[in-house]
Nanobody, 118 residues
């Protein structure tokens, strides 16, 4: 079974940078490459929202709030996806979740906390 393992969260100052990583443990290469990987986030007291996604066709989509500041990347051979975050703002504070969708199934990571504060 697929288990999404996230890392890279933490506390950063406004304007700083942080890189989140997620690996799909247990996923064979053919399954991983056929799916869409994404990052979602859930600020305190708010609904979970899509931050960025990277499809099997190498298309990327970003939330308007992070466009130009965040970059999603994918390394199929490592079964991983990363989110490079720059120019971080306090409103970026949230729990960030890795997501994998393939063949009608959906997997979620446990979440990693990102806090942007001075």
């Amino acid at each position: 079974q697929v288990q999404l393992v996230e890392s890279g969260g933490g506390l950063v100052q406004p304007g700083g940078s942080l890189r989140l990583s997620c690996r799909a443990a247990g996923a064979i290469l053919s399954t991983f490459t056929a799916g869409t990987m994404g990052w979602y986030r859930q600020p305190p007291g708010k609904q979970r929202e899509l931050v960025a996604e990277f499809t099997s066709s190498r298309a990327t989509n970003y939330a308007d709030s992070v466009k130009g500041r965040f970059t999603i990347s994918r390394e199929n051979t490592r079964r991983s996806v990363s989110l490079q975050m720059t120019s971080l703002k306090p409103e970026d504070t949230a729990i960030y979740y890795c997501n994998f969708q393939v063949f009608g199934r959906e997997y979620w990571g446990q979440g990693t906390q990102v806090t942007v504060s001075s």
